[in-house]
C-alpha cells in the first residue's frame, strides 16, 4: 500500500482503510480517529503491542521499523502493532497513518486528549488479540524479552507479566538520579500498598484481554500512574503477575517530567490507601466463596510501618485526650477514657489498614483478640501512674512521659498478638522468570533457536516447538 501523509490538521478522508468509530465506550466523550490493520491480522493476531506517543515525529518512524523488523524476523507469534496519539501538536499522527497504510500488520488511533493510561485503555478494551502489551517508543527494552513476557499469559500461567529493570538478571544502563527515584518509589509502593512486584514504571508490560476488560474499569488514573494502579489493583484482587528481568538503556531524550510525575504518583498512592481503606477496589466477580477479602502479605517491614504509623497517631490522640479530661476526671479517669477511646480506633485502623481485613469474617474473633490485649497498656498505665506518684511527679508533661513510656513497653505485644490473629496465607503472587520455571511458564528463550508456534483460539494456550 502507497504511504500516506496526513497532517494533524488534516480532515481524514472517506476511505474503508481509514474509519472514524463512533465514541469510545471504554473512554466517554472522546471521538477517535482509527486506521486498522487488515481484518486477517486482527483476527489471527495472538498478540497487540501499543505504542502510545505524543509529540514523537522525530523517531517515530525508526522506531516502528525496527520493532516491524525484529517482529517479522525473530517474533514467532502472529502479531499486530497500534500506534496510539494522544493529541499530538507535531506531525507524529501523520506519520503514525503512513506507518499504517505502509506496514501489514500496524494501525493507527488517533484520541483527542493526553495521557498514556487513556491510550492503554482505548486500545486494549477494543482489542481483538488474547493478549495485549505494550511498550515506550523509544523501545528503552531489549526486544528479545517480548516472548518470554507474553508466552505465560498466551500459556494461561499467569494474569499480567512486566519487565523488571530492578532484578538481579537485568542489565540496566541510566544515570545515578533516575536509578535512586525509581528504587526510592518502589520502596514506597511495597511499604505504603504492600505491592510485591519489583518494577512498577519498566514501560514494558503485558495482560490477557479477558483480564484487562475486567481490570481497567477499576482504574481511575489516565496518565502515568496508570500503570502503578493497575499492578496494585491485580494483586488486591489476588492475580498473578509474572516477571522478566530485561536489558535497558536509559533514553537521555526522553520528554518525561520528572517532578510532576512524581508528584503525581505520590498522589496516586494517596488514592489508592484511600479507595483500599474504603474497601474499594474489587473485580465485580465474585469469587467461590463469596469473600473478597484481599489475602494479607506477611512482609513484616510494611506492617510495623504502618503499625507504627498509626500508633505515633493514637499516641498523640491519646496526649490530647489525657490533657483534656484531666482536670475534671483525674488521672487514672482521664487515663482510662483516653485510653478505651484510642484502643478501639487504633485497632479499627490496624485490622483495616495494617493488615488488611475488612468485612465480617474474622472480625469477632479479631476484635476479642484486640479487646484481651488491651488490659496490658491498661494494667500498665494504671501501675506508671502510681510508679510517678511515688516519684513525686504530678506535672502534666512529667505524667504523660510515664504513660507513654508504659504504652511503648505494650507495644510490641499488642503488634505480635494482632498480627498473629488477623493475618492469613494466600496472597497474589508474584511470579519471576528463571530458567527452573521457564518452562512451566511456556518461555522457551534459547537465543537463535526457531520455532513453530501453535496456537488454541478457544483457550488462548501456545505450544513452542523446536
Not at 510525575?261 to 477496589?281: C, E, H, P, W, Y
Not at 521457564?438 to 488462548?460: C, F, K, L, N
Request: proline content about 6%; overall charge positive; hydrophobic content about 45%.
Amino acid at each position: 500500500m502507497t504511504a500516506t501523509h496526513i497532517s494533524p490538521s488534516t480532515t481524514v478522508p472517506a476511505d474503508p482503510a481509514v474509519i472514524p468509530p463512533p465514541t469510545n465506550r471504554w473512554a466517554p466523550g472522546l471521538a477517535e480517529v482509527f486506521v486498522p490493520a487488515s481484518e486477517y491480522r486482527r483476527r489471527t493476531a495472538a498478540v497487540e503491542i501499543v505504542i502510545p506517543v505524543y509529540n514523537e515525529e522525530a523517531g517515530l518512524i525508526s522506531s516502528i521499523e525496527r520493532l516491524h523488523a525484529y517482529l517479522d524476523d525473530q517474533f514467532p507469534l502472529p502479531w499486530l502493532v497500534t500506534i496510539v496519539d494522544n493529541a499530538s501538536t507535531d506531525d507524529t499522527w501523520g506519520r503514525a497513518c503512513a506507518l499504517a497504510h505502509r506496514i501489514n500488520g500496524v494501525q493507527a488511533r488517533r484520541l483527542p486528549l493526553k495521557g498514556r493510561g487513556r491510550a492503554l485503555r482505548a486500545a486494549w478494551m477494543q482489542s481483538p488479540a488474547p493478549v495485549v502489551a505494550y511498550m515506550d517508543v523509544d523501545l528503552s527494552t531489549g526486544l528479545d524479552a517480548l516472548l518470554p513476557l507474553v508466552a505465560p499469559l498466551l500459556s494461561g500461567h499467569s494474569d499480567l507479566a512486566i519487565g523488571t529493570r530492578l532484578a538481579s538478571g537485568s542489565r540496566v544502563a541510566r544515570g545515578p538520579k533516575r536509578e535512586a527515584i525509581s528504587r526510592t518509589y518502589n520502596l514506597i509502593l511495597r511499604t505504603a500498598l504492600r505491592s510485591g512486584f519489583s518494577d512498577a514504571q519498566c514501560g514494558f508490560k503485558a495482560i490477557r484481554t479477558d483480564v484487562a476488560r475486567a481490570l481497567v474499569p477499576l482504574v481511575e488514573d489516565e496518565g502515568w500512574f496508570f500503570d502503578t494502579e493497575l499492578l496494585v489493583l491485580a494483586e488486591h484482587n489476588g492475580l498473578r503477575i509474572h516477571e522478566v528481568p530485561v536489558d535497558w538503556v536509559d533514553d537521555p531524550d526522553s520528554s518525561v517530567n520528572i517532578v510532576r510525575t512524581a508528584t503525581d504518583d505520590l498522589k496516586g498512592v494517596s488514592r489508592m490507601i484511600r479507595r483500599f481503606a474504603r474497601n474499594q477496589g474489587w473485580i465485580e466477580e465474585p469469587t467461590s466463596t463469596g469473600d473478597r477479602r484481599r489475602a494479607v502479605p506477611t512482609e513484616l517491614g510494611g506492617q510495623l510501618v504502618r503499625f507504627a504509623s498509626i500508633g505515633l497517631v493514637s499516641t498523640v490522640v491519646f496526649a490530647v485526650l489525657f490533657a483534656v479530661l484531666r482536670a475534671p476526671l483525674g488521672p487514672v479517669g482521664a487515663d482510662l477514657v483516653a485510653l478505651a477511646l484510642c484502643a478501639v480506633a487504633n485497632t479499627a485502623a490496624n485490622r483495616r489498614l495494617t493488615f488488611a481485613q475488612r468485612g465480617p469474617a474474622g472480625r469477632r474473633r479479631h476484635w476479642s483478640a484486640a479487646l484481651a490485649v488491651s488490659a496490658l497498656p491498661l494494667v500498665l498505665n494504671i501501675g506508671a501512674l502510681g510508679a510517678a506518684d511515688l516519684a513525686g511527679v504530678h506535672s502534666l508533661a512529667g505524667l504523660l512521659l510515664w504513660l507513654t513510656g508504659a504504652n511503648a513497653l505494650a507495644t510490641a505485644a499488642r503488634f505480635v498478638t494482632l498480627r498473629n490473629t488477623m493475618t492469613t496465607t494466600g496472597r497474589a503472587t508474584t511470579r519471576r522468570t528463571t530458567p527452573a520455571n521457564a518452562a512451566a511458564a511456556g518461555t522457551a528463550t534459547e537465543p537463535g533457536s526457531r520455532r513453530s508456534v501453535m496456537i488454541d483460539p478457544g483457550h488462548h494456550a501456545v505450544k513452542v516447538v523446536q
